[in-house]
């Protein structure tokens, strides 16, 4: 992915079709242009464009819609190409497209130097800094001539056009929305997580206020107030809602790929299906997207079969009267009928997708189970030590290091008896082969750290975690695919971790495809698959050894829509228990029975009672009495 940039492409001759071939890290895109720019200023539209990876064609001759103050939902299985189309846009690769128009998308990486949170957003507005600082070195100037009053004039009006003054006071705001307190604002970005880093690149992108807004899974790293912060952003135009001030502007065009189904509902007006190398457009959410389409299916196979039914009398009538020279002249009036019939306008549709979790021995209960622990992370002479903030970082990507609270109010009960950062005490929670259960909690409260206990990857500060000796455990997080050896294919990456199988390339490859990893996909480097079918192969690695449990943190990261609905049937069907923590609000409605939240203030897991549709509404009510009276603070 890209920075937000404001970039000039290079001008070919009008529809002259051309072959540009440009880096993309390791990987070599060839894009066919071809198109027009609408005038007027309305939008976008690029009558036909192809886009092709390494030979591989993504796009053949595509139409490129978007109008202003419109929000597509872009839409298609991992691997299609969504991606590629994001960063087509933002480099201006797709010839039509104007490039004067400002288009933003979250950076991939960044290198950070020793700025703070705040500072990082603040910079990218380049025109805001370096007009101030062109305005202090003419102030240090013992010369104040006439000439020198006249540029700082200038300067002054500049910087009231873009509303210089108040930058800081949208920075914040953006950052506290996204759910940085404002001690985390003054930190360095480097005493950050992974995940809070990519909160960071986030705001910065959406401070930048470009003309076009790309965001590719935005609600990754994001916990389910700071989604909701989002979605108030983006959807709405103008006015306050929930207490929330701050809109994404109206004139704006946002293109959105996300695998959560509420995010899309919320957020969207329009939906760009990509598959069958085209783009398909519908009005409407995503609901209204799924709806349309299973009505365009139904009445494509009606029409089919009325068609082959014709077909089939047609053709009978010309095999019962082909010989019979009476009859001549009408089974050859027949056979041009049956050359007129029209092709049909078919509606393409993604293959069938599917997930399977083995059905694992029945173990008695007590299977999991944590009492009674209390966990701290060790203390740090000073949290000004960067590099053991990165160590910190490693331990729970969802945290900040130690030092940082998440929460404004921290006070002793923070601090454990070692004195090192207090995450939990008195954890009390059962797993057995029938629970389905969520952790649910703002990131930073200790979620992932939880599973990381009773998985055994962290060992308790105080009391005891009990394991059932024959239980088997399923444990997934975005880490395990990060660690994933790209060099591998998937049937290989099977094999060497489970050598004891003794798997042969033909049953690995039949194990893989329940999970959609078939084909000659299965055959792939890694590093040749997306982000979403590089997790469905370590969701698959991890699912091997018939595990009696699966505790998930963030599996529908990456995933597609098709993918996150297949897991869920999968997770639904399984026989064994289930421990998540996700922000996935389709997915935790549809599995989960129990939810338990974290207490920032205790530090304690506490049971809902109620379900997590009733959660999630007092989750957001609570939210918007927050915001509320942030905005009237």
Not at 310 to 335: E, G
């Amino acid at each position: 992915m890209h920075a937000y940039r404001r970039t000039h492409a290079r001008r070919t001759e009008e529809n002259s079709i051309s072959l540009e071939r440009c880096s993309h890290g390791d990987t070599h895109f060839a894009f066919l242009r071809l198109g027009l720019c609408v005038p007027a200023g309305e939008g976008i539209l690029v009558d036909s464009f192809s886009i092709a990876v390494a030979g591989r064609e993504l796009l053949i001759d595509a139409q490129l819609k978007l109008v202003k103050g419109r929000r597509y939902g872009l839409v298609g299985r991992n691997g299609i190409g969504k991606s590629t189309l994001l960063s087509a846009l933002v480099r201006q690769e797709i010839h039509g497209v104007d490039p004067d128009i400002a288009i933003g998308m979250v950076e991939q990486e960044h290198l950070w130097g020793s700025e703070t949170v705040l500072d990082a957003v603040l910079a990218v507005d380049e025109d805001r800094l370096r007009l101030l600082e062109e305005e202090q070195v003419l102030l240090k100037q013992e010369d104040q001539s006439e000439k020198v009053g006249r540029r700082l004039g200038v300067i002054y009006e500049r910087l009231q056009e873009i509303d210089a003054a108040n930058a800081e006071k949208t920075a914040a705001t953006i950052l506290r929305g996204l759910g940085f307190t404002e001690s985390m604002q003054h930190m360095k970005v480097t005493a950050l997580s992974g995940g809070w880093r990519m909160r960071v690149l986030l705001a910065r992108c959406l401070f930048s206020d470009p003309d076009v807004l790309l965001l590719d899974e935005p609600t990754n790293h994001l916990d389910l107030e700071a989604v909701q912060w989002l979605t108030n952003y983006l959807s709405v135009s103008e006015g306050p809602v929930d207490g929330q001030t701050m809109r994404c502007g109206k004139d704006k065009i946002v293109i959105v790929v996300s695998h959560a189904r509420e995010f899309l509902n919320d957020v969207c007006t329009d939906m760009i299906h990509f598959t069958n190398q085209n783009l398909t457009y519908y009005k409407g959410d995503f609901d209204t997207f799924e709806s349309v389409r299973a009505a365009q299916l139904l009445q494509q196979q009606r029409q089919a079969e009325a068609q082959q039914a014709k077909i089939k009398h047609v053709q009978s009538f010309i095999d019962k009267f082909r010989y019979n020279a009476k009859r001549a002249s009408l089974v050859q009036s027949r056979i041009k009928l049956l050359s007129k019939l029209p092709m049909l306008d078919m509606v393409a549709e993604d293959p069938s997708l599917h997930f399977n979790f083995k059905e694992p021995e029945v173990l008695a209960a007590p299977l999991l189970q944590a009492e009674e622990v209390s966990f701290s992370y060790a203390p740090r002479k000073s949290d000004e030590e960067s590099e053991g903030a990165a160590e910190d970082a490693e331990r729970d990507d969802a945290e900040p290091t130690a030092g940082a609270a998440p929460s404004e109010k921290a006070d002793e009960n923070a601090r454990g008896k070692e004195g090192g950062k207090l995450i939990v005490r008195g954890l009390n929670l059962n797993v057995d082969m029938d629970s389905r259960i969520a952790l649910c909690g703002v990131n930073g409260s200790g979620k992932s750290t939880i599973l990381k206990l009773l998985v055994g990857s962290e060992q308790p500060t105080k009391g005891m975690v009990h394991r059932n000796g024959k239980l088997r455990i399923g444990y997934f997080t975005q880490q395990h695919v990060d660690q994933l050896d790209l060099t591998l294919n998937a049937v290989q990456s099977l094999q060497m971790r489970y050598p004891e199988a003794g798997l042969k390339d033909e049953a690995a490859r039949t194990y893989l495809g329940q999970f959609g990893i078939s084909g000659l996909l299965a055959l792939e480097p890694l590093y040749i698959l997306s982000g979403g079918q590089k997790s469905r192969v370590a969701i698959a690695l991890m699912a091997f050894n018939n595990p009696h449990i699966l505790i998930l943190d963030e599996p529908t990261n990456h995933l597609d829509l098709d993918a996150v609905q297949a897991l869920i049937a999968a997770l639904n069907n399984f026989k064994g228990g289930v421990l998540l923590v996700s922000h996935d609000s389709h997915l935790l409605s549809c599995v989960v029975e129990e939810i338990f939240y974290m207490d920032e203030q205790a530090h304690k897991l506490q049971k809902y009672h109620g379900d997590f549709l009733k959660y999630r509404k007092e989750l957001l009510k609570r939210a918007k009495t927050a915001a509320a009276a942030q905005a009237n603070h």
